[in-house]
């Protein structure tokens, strides 16, 4: 039995570092890619900010899992970590602030009130892991 522990604990661990890894690469690539693409085919002006916001949204969340999986090979400190960690989080805030102000504009009620919720939601999610990051520091 100690052989497994030995065998089955590091696979385990790469499995974790690879699916958040090929998370990180994959949301990076789809945010590149879409907002190319929209910046491309969409001709509605609020609906191409709209969709620009959510993809470089989704290009940020992909750089955090990227950062802090490239971070362990890398070496970073936890101080630049989180000043890393800080600075994508204040974008995403910022993005999520925009994108709940241009969504206000829109005529649909319902169109409307479903992009503020979800806005809102990343907004409330990345404000909840600045609040942890504050409270619970890198050592």
């Known amino acids: 039995m100690f052989h497994l522990v030995l065998i089955l604990f590091p696979l385990l661990i790469l499995v974790i570092i690879g699916s958040v890894l090929l998370f990180g690469i994959t949301t990076v690539i789809a945010g590149i890619i879409g907002g190319a693409s929209?910046?491309?085919?969409?001709?509605?002006?609020?609906?191409?900010?709209?969709?620009l916001i959510g993809f470089c949204i989704l290009l940020f969340i992909g750089s955090l899992c990227l950062i802090s999986t490239l971070g362990?090979?890398?070496?970073l400190t936890a101080e630049l970590f989180s000043i890393l960690f800080y600075i994508i989080l204040a974008f995403i805030i910022i993005l999520a602030i925009?994108?709940?102000?241009?969504?206000?504009?829109?005529?649909?009620k319902i169109?409307?009130?479903i992009l503020i919720f979800i806005f809102a939601t990343v907004c409330a999610i990345a404000l909840l892991f600045v609040v942890l990051g504050i409270a619970?520091?890198?050592k």
């Open 38 to 51: 929209v910046a491309v085919y969409i001709k509605n002006k609020r609906v191409k900010q709209l969709l």
């Open 98 to 108: 925009a994108g709940i102000i241009i969504s206000i504009s829109i005529n649909n």
């Open 136 to 138: 619970l520091p890198l």
């Open 72 to 75: 362990l090979f890398l070496g």
């Open 111 to 113: 169109g409307m009130t």
